[in-house]
Antibody, heavy 117, light 110 residues
Framework: EVQVVESGGGLVQPGGSLRLSCAASGFTLSSYSMNWVRQAPGKGLEWVSY????????YYADSVKGRFTISRDNAKNSLYLQMNSLRDEDTAVYYC??????????WGQGTLVTVSS | QSALTQPRSVSGSPGQSVTISCTGTSSDVGGYNYVSWYQQHPGKAPKLMIYDVSKRPSGVPDRFSGSESGNTASLTISGLQAEDEADYYCCSYAGSYTWVFGGGTKLTVL
């Protein structure tokens, strides 16, 4: 069974940092591109970042460019999101989503990041 | 990267059909055949319902169908059932490995 499980969320002060992880199982991570998508409380979905299967291609939404870094370790079946210089507006549930061609076919349950003083 | 435009809410009675629209631009919806639709129940993860405009993943009932005309995509749910009540989001590829979502539509089954 395909599964992706996020972890690493929590409460952080504005300007702080947090590293999210996504553990993949039930499929060969190295064969798929991956994404992070977030959802602010009571709001819609927002695509955050993309990483290709070999990490050769990486893209970010303008809202996080220069502050967030996506990475992966295929040997550990893991995806990461390093978030620096966090702002109040980064408060959201962060989802890890597998990319099947150019669609998101499997999503994790998400991890909540709260940025607040 | 402006969000795609969806109606905030739609409703229908059991057995009826409803259609949710998703309007973008020639840089996203109208420029690529990569529109997808996601169903999200409260507190749950999104679930892929339609991909590549009109294709259904295995396990998704054929009551769900997708289409596109110009810069507008649509999701139609026929034979509404109580369990279809959820939020629905459209999403379009926008080039250079970036994506844009719609604001979401709350479907109420009366």
């Amino acid at each position: 069974e395909v599964q992706v499980v996020e972890s690493g969320g929590g409460l952080v002060q504005p300007g702080g940092s947090l590293r999210l992880s996504c553990a993949a199982s039930g499929f060969t991570l190295s064969s798929y591109s991956m994404n992070w998508v977030r959802q602010a409380p009571g709001k819609g979905l927002e695509w955050v970042s993309y990483i290709s299967s070999s990490s050769s291609t990486i893209y970010y939404a303008d809202s996080v460019k220069g502050r967030f870094t996506i990475s992966r370790d295929n040997a550990k079946n893991s995806l990461y999101l390093q978030m620096n210089s966090l702002r109040d507006e980064d408060t959201a549930v962060y989802y890890c989503a597998r990319a099947d061609t150019l669609n998101f076919d499997y999503w994790g349950q998400g991890t909540l990041v709260t940025v607040s003083s | 990267q402006s969000a795609l435009t969806q109606p905030r809410s739609v409703s229908g009675s059991p057995g009826q059909s409803v259609t949710i629209s998703c309007t973008g631009t020639s840089s996203d919806v109208g420029g690529y055949n990569y529109v997808s639709w996601y169903q999200q129940h409260p507190g749950k993860a999104p679930k892929l319902m339609i991909y590549d405009v009109s294709k259904r993943p295995s396990g998704v009932p054929d009551r769900f169908s997708g289409s596109e005309s110009g810069n507008t995509a649509s999701l139609t749910i026929s034979g509404l059932q109580a369990e279809d009540e959820a939020d629905y989001y459209c999403c379009s590829y926008a080039g250079s490995y970036t994506w844009v979502f719609g604001g979401g539509t709350k479907l109420t089954v009366l």
